[in-house]
């Protein structure tokens, strides 16, 4: 079923289960920003990650949302030598840490009403 946004006239095709990314893309920096409390994380290697929980994201969209969580300051980066070759590696920082706690009361909350029905 395809539906046309009048405002934008984009069509959206809800029988591509990737027309609902958008409502994922908190759960996605959510995930990004666990692991990067828990050590340092790499984009191939999120990717990777993200394929184990079915999601298939590209690098197009990875990347973004690992530069807005640095910009926002959630992460910070540096660049480390791989052999031959230069890696972006992240970790969480203070704030970041921070703002996963304060998320992770929200989701068991959300997740109460939604799973649990209370």
Do not use: C, W
């Not at 996605?28 to 994201?57: K, T």
């Not at 910009?71 to 070759?85: A, D, H, I, P, V």
């Not at 590696?89 to 840490?97: E, F």
Request: positive net charge; hydrophobic residues 30%.
């Amino acid at each position: 079923m395809a539906l046309r946004n009048r405002s934008s006239k984009t069509k959206v095709d809800y029988s591509d289960p990737t027309a609902d990314r958008d409502l994922y893309s908190g759960f996605m920096r959510l995930h990004i920003l666990h692991h990067a409390a828990g050590g340092p994380i790499f984009g191939l290697g999120m990717l990777e990650e993200f394929g184990r929980h079915g999601y298939r994201i590209s690098p197009g969209t990875l990347y973004p949302l690992l530069h807005g969580l640095e910009k926002k300051g959630y992460l910070r980066s540096k660049q480390e030598r791989k052999g031959k070759s230069l890696r972006k590696i992240y970790r969480a920082t203070p704030r970041g840490r921070k703002a996963l706690a304060a998320a992770k009361d929200k989701i068991r909350e959300l997740f109460g009403e939604l799973i649990e029905g209370k």
